[in-house]
């Protein structure tokens, strides 16, 4: 135990025998120093255990080895793809998953996660790796489909939130003007 310990235990000691022999003259003295020795206590348990919200994210955000805290972190691969990409369609209309989707379990059984590079088309089979190209700018991002639709007439494909964002300059836009291809392996 830490001499700190042991100086928090003397006055809550101290505090306590004043407040017994104060108490028998007046209430409302016995009132301050008891919300005092309340307040002093929270004090000397946050001094000594952090803040309770670090507690709590803690336990659920981490792993606890011998007071030692490692957070468990996925880090994005990149993939390397063997094969040839060949064109699907030009000049498809692409949009992206809104936010409520986040979560939610898609056709294809797994769960649709915004900063993953995954896609919904129609027809196309689970787990078909294409390569999406912005005609506007040129940039492009190679995703997978996992899910179907869109379900909104005129739409080739929906991308993933993090796979639409790398693609267009405007973050505000809604939907792009896409050429579409599929890998041959």
Do not use: W
Request: proline residues 2%; charged residues 25%.
């Amino acid at each position: 135990m830490s001499n700190y310990y042991y100086l928090q235990i003397g006055i809550l000691v101290l505090f306590l025998v004043l407040s017994f022999t104060i108490m028998k003259k007046s209430t409302p003295i016995f009132l301050f120093f008891l919300c005092f020795l309340l307040f002093f206590s929270s004090l000397s348990f946050k001094a000594q255990n952090g803040n309770l919200r670090d507690l709590k994210k803690q336990k659920t955000d981490s792993i606890k080895k011998d007071n030692i805290v490692s957070e468990t972190i996925e880090i994005d691969s990149t993939l390397v793809y063997k094969g040839k990409f060949k064109p699907y369609k030009k000049k498809a209309h692409a949009s992206y998953y809104a936010d409520k989707f986040n979560g939610r379990k898609t056709a294809s059984g797994k769960k649709y996660d915004s900063t993953k590079l995954t896609a919904a088309h129609k027809k196309l089979p689970f787990g078909t790796i294409l390569k999406v190209t912005n005609e506007l700018n040129g940039k492009s991002v190679i995703v997978e489909v996992n899910d179907r639709g869109p379900f909104v007439r005129g739409r080739e494909i929906d991308l993933s939130k993090r796979a639409f964002m790398s693609i267009v300059n405007n973050k505000r836009s809604g939907s792009v003007i896409v050429t579409i291809e599929i890998l041959q392996k």
